[in-house]
Structures are given as C-alpha cells and as structure tokens.
C-alpha cells in the first residue's frame, strides 16, 4: 500500500482537469495560477527522483515548511512515494514548544522556506539531525538544495509498496491543553479518512475545495476535486480576510470549504452584516473546536443551497461523529442553551464511540473500567481504522491515551460527553477543564452555556482553583459590546444570579473579567481554561 497511489490513480482519470488554483492579487482583482492532475502528478515524480539523487531515501523523518502552493501537495505526495515520512508541525505553537518538538522527533531531512534554514543555523541544537536540506527558493548554499533543481528529472516514479500499518507522517497536535505530541499516521489510517470523508459529505469530482485548513487539499485532490487555495495565512485563522474569503469563494465557485470556526466567525459577520449569500457553497465544514448555535443561524441564511457541518474528533481521531447545523438548530440547540452540552451527532460509518467512568489513570484494559449508561457524563473513547495506535516516541503519553480491548484498542479522546437515547454524542468539554467542587462534577461547556445567554456576555470559560474534589468554581467573562456599558457591579450580580438559579452553576460563587481571551494556536478559538485559572488563583483576573 501507498497512499500516494490513490493519487496518482485520480491523476490518470483527470489528467487535464485543473487540479491546484493559487491566488495573486493584482490590484482589486485576483489572477489564478493553476496547474492540472497530469501536470502535479509529473511534478510529485520529478520531486521524488530528485530527492533520491540527493540522498532521500524510504524511512527517513523529514520536516516540512512550506507554504500552501500549487507545489506544496507535488512535494507531499513525492515523500510519500519515496517512502519518506513527513513530519508536520504547526509553527504557530511557539518557539520553545517548535524547537523541542524538532529535537524530539530528530528529522533527517528537512523542506522548507528560506526563513527556517535561518532558524535552523541560530537554533542548531535543535535541528543537529539534519543531513538533508531543500530551500524553496534562493541558490544552492553549500549541501542545501534549491527546490528548483529537483525538477529535471523527465522520468516516471513507481511508488514503494509498504505495509498497512507502516508510518506515513507524523503529525504534532498544537499542545493545546498539554506538550505537543506527534501523532503517527499510517498508510491504512490516511487512506481510510480519505474514504470516508469522502462518504460522509458524498464528494465527487465536480465539488470545488476552498481548504482554509492546507492538509485538508490531499484529501480532496485524491477524490478529483479542484482545490483553490485561499488568500489567508493558514497558521492564524482568526486574522483571514473576510473580503478577500468571498472573493476567492465567487471568483471560482466554491462548493466545499473546511477550516476552523474563526474563520467563519469573521466571514458570516461579513456577509451578514453586508446582507450577502454563497449561493455555490454546499458545504461549510467547521472543526477544531466546538461551535456556536449562533454561527450555524447566521450561516442557514448565508447559504441557500447548503449547510454547515461540525465533524468531531482529535489529531488521533478524526473523524469520529458528524452532524449538520440544520439538525442543529432543528434538533439540539435550544437543548444546548440549556447546558445539556453539544450535540456532535452519531458516530461516523466504522466508528464506534463509548463513554467510560472519568479517571486521570492509565487502563490498561477495557475490562478495567466501566461503560456508562445512556446519559451519564464520562470519557468519550472511540475504536475504529482512523484511530491511530500511538504517539512517536513517548510511550507514556500513548499508555495514557489507549485502552486494549482483544487484540484492538481505543483512543481516550480527552473530552467529557455522554450519548443520549439515540445514540449520539453530547460533547461537554475537555476532561482538564473540569471542575471537582465538593457539591459534584461541573463540565466547562454545560456551565458557560448558561452564561452565554447573557446578552452582555461574548464568551465565558469556567474555571477551577485548588485541588480536585475541593476545587472553587468561578466564571471568566469576555464581555461583548453591550457588556462593556453595563457597570461591572451590576452585571456581576445578574450573572449570580443566572448561577444561582440553575443546577448546573449554582456552586458558582465569583465572576472574574478578562478583555480577551487567550486561545489555542492552531485553531485561534478555543480558550485557554488552565491560564485562566491561574491567572484567577494568582489574583490577575
């Protein structure tokens, strides 16, 4: 198996279509450079001699950075071609947390723009590994090649055949809620997501991909469909363009669009605001953290031809359940507003999902712990072919993560939920932000639902202070316009009194203010609950 083979079939039967469209603006107007399946499936084969002439070879870890292009997926289906695993890490995570993940997973070879060849000669400890060096551009500088002298060779490539469950890339998470860990991602697990992506949003080749998330596009090219690669800087979602969003959507008639819920955020208030329809989108698919009712409303008038869709699952597991926000809002929003959590829908085709009794412990087995009932709030563990077996090189970490069960296993997604009567899956946040009072278990997503509904609320975020099973509960506003003309007496005793007459909050005793909230890096939305509390414990806030 090679999942580049998948790839290189789609690329026969589409040879002429335009497979790749990259954005350059000139003036008000975009021109798009474009490159056809035939022309990228050459230049993958070009890419793939060169790497072998200059001492690629089958095995070797090789870090990647470079920027969405129309030679960006040529390059990645080239090293998986060769054998070569890929190794993907968000620079956005910073430097310290960057450095240790190169020096962690000690690559051999690495591709990249010019200004990291520059971090890797002021950081050189961290890159030390390093033998095998490729620029994007520039001239060649002693054993680091430019990109453009791979492309001479004229000669077709075979792909190497290699087991199922052989490491294709390797993936860092952001490190969100942790260190950054590098997921280990097979030939079987990639070619399995592609299939059922492919099913769940029933893709052919006549949908048109905007991949606002850039690994996404090697997905969709294997299904035939044109990828046209946004004007946004793809490691900070929440600063894209909404204007330049619409016009790369209109000038090319965008069907499908996938990528963080920032990005929509900024795009729906647009087009709200500026009474405007995507009347080409189908899909707008929204992942990396959870999703307001709000922006689902707003989108059900902004594309009159389609829906948006909320998969859910982690860098490990992905996709594990899926649901649409016309169900959403028909179904489960207003039991959402309630605290009864986010509704993620029901478990995808070959995915089974289990809800186990909560623990910070390793389990070894699955008969160590208990399945819960319909309802009662645990772990969420799901078992299927995109689950992948382990972490590169942190045995701990995986122990901690997986859950044998007869010659299979489960991955520990990290998320509290619970499945209700119908057998979908309630989401009701991640299992570090809960909260252990005294009076019980308070669930992050649940609590803040309730003070959301304040209308000068934008977004809260619980918060725990203390030791587990003694913890103080409080609540962290980011107030929204309206909120900000409130006085903070008065708008401290209405959310109190929203606490104290819910069941759900009412061990919340005091509400805290912070101007912004600080987020992930990789998705730019989803709230940093363990700063917050810290910075509550330490009297900032």
Known sequence: MNIADRFTETAKIYKNKVAIKYPRRVGNKYHYDSITFGELESLSNKYANGLLKIGFRRGIKTLLFVRPSLKFPALVFALFKIGVIPVFIDPGM??????????????????????????????????KSVRFKVTTKGPKIGNCFPLTTLEISNASFESVQLDPDETAAILFTSGGTGCPKGVIYTHKIYTAQTRLLQE???????????????????????????SCIPDMNPSQPATADPRKLLQN???????????????????GKYCEKNNI????????????????NKLHKK????????????????????????????????????????????????????????IIAISDDVIENITETRILKPYE?????????????????????????????????????????YQDDQGRLWFCGRKTHRVESSSGLLCSVMCEAIFNAHYGVRRSALVGIGERGRQRSAIVIERNAQGKKIPRIRLVKELLHLAKNNPLTVPIKSVHF????????????????????????????
């Open 277 to 292: 329809t995507l009347p080409s989108v189908k899909y707008l698919v929204m992942f990396g953290a959870p999703v307001r």
């Open 94 to 127: 910073g430097r310290k947390n960057l450095l240790a993940a190169i020096e962690e997973v000690a690559p051999e070879g690495l591709i990249a723009e010019p200004e990291v060849h520059l971090l890797r000669i002021l950081f050189n400890k961290a890159f």
């Open 377 to 417: 709030i645990g772990e969420i563990i799901a078992k299927g072919d995109i689950v992948t077996a382990s972490y590169y090189q942190s045995p701990g970490e995986t122990a901690l993560a997986k859950i044998k069960d007869d010659g299979s296993f489960w991955h520990r997604i990290g998320d509290l939920g």
């Open 249 to 267: 959507i209109t000038d090319n008639k965008v069907t499908f669009m996938a990528g963080s819920p920032a990005i929509w955020e900024g795009l």
């Open 200 to 226: 769940l949003f029933n893709l052919n080749d006549k949908e048109i991909d905007l991949p606002c998330f850039p690994l996404f596009s090697l997905f969709t090219l294997c299904m035939g469909m044109t």
């Open 299 to 354: 989108f059900s008038g902004i594309l009159p031809n389609g829906t948006t869709y909320t998969p859910y699952g982690a860098t490990e597991s992905l996709p594990v359940a899926n649901i649409t926000g016309k169900i959403i809002l028909e179904q489960t929003a207003a039991l959402t507003e309630r605290g009864k959590g986010t509704c993620v829908g029901a478990p995808v085709p070959g995915v089974e999902v289990a």
């Open 514 to 541: 912070c101007d912004q909230m600080p987020v992930d890096v990789r998705h730019n939305i989803k709230v940093d609950r363990l700063k917050l509390a810290n910075d509550v414990a330490r009297g900032k806030i």
